[in-house]
């Protein structure tokens, strides 16, 4: 458990997991935004519907990087954890 606790290569890859996070949902966001500029519906119902999704997506799009958030919230409680533990090894929470 200890070498675990220790292991700062784990705070790395997790600050890479991160920003590869918000740079895929940037990506995504873009390649959504320009595939559906493009298409025009043949009738009422299909640009209803088109529009629906463009909402949809705003909405989910909006609300990915509180992913991130919650994932560098769960860093710092660990980080805060562990110098309240003593680096896992004696007394503590």
Do not use: C, H
């Not at 529009?51 to 997506?57: P, R, V, Y």
């Not at 990915?64 to 090894?89: C, M, Q, S």
């Amino acid at each position: 458990m200890r070498k675990l606790i220790n292991n700062n290569e784990g705070y790395t890859k997790a600050v890479g997991m991160i920003i590869a996070l918000l740079v895929t949902i940037g990506i995504g966001a873009v390649v959504f935004w320009e595939i559906t500029d493009g298409i025009e519906g043949s009738s009422t119902e299909a640009n209803d519907s088109l529009n629906e999704t463009q909402d949809m997506a705003t909405t989910v799009f909006g609300l990915l990087p509180l992913i991130a958030l919650v994932v560098v919230g769960a860093i710092l409680i660990g980080i805060v954890i562990r110098g309240f533990a003593g680096g896992g090894g004696k007394g503590g929470i």
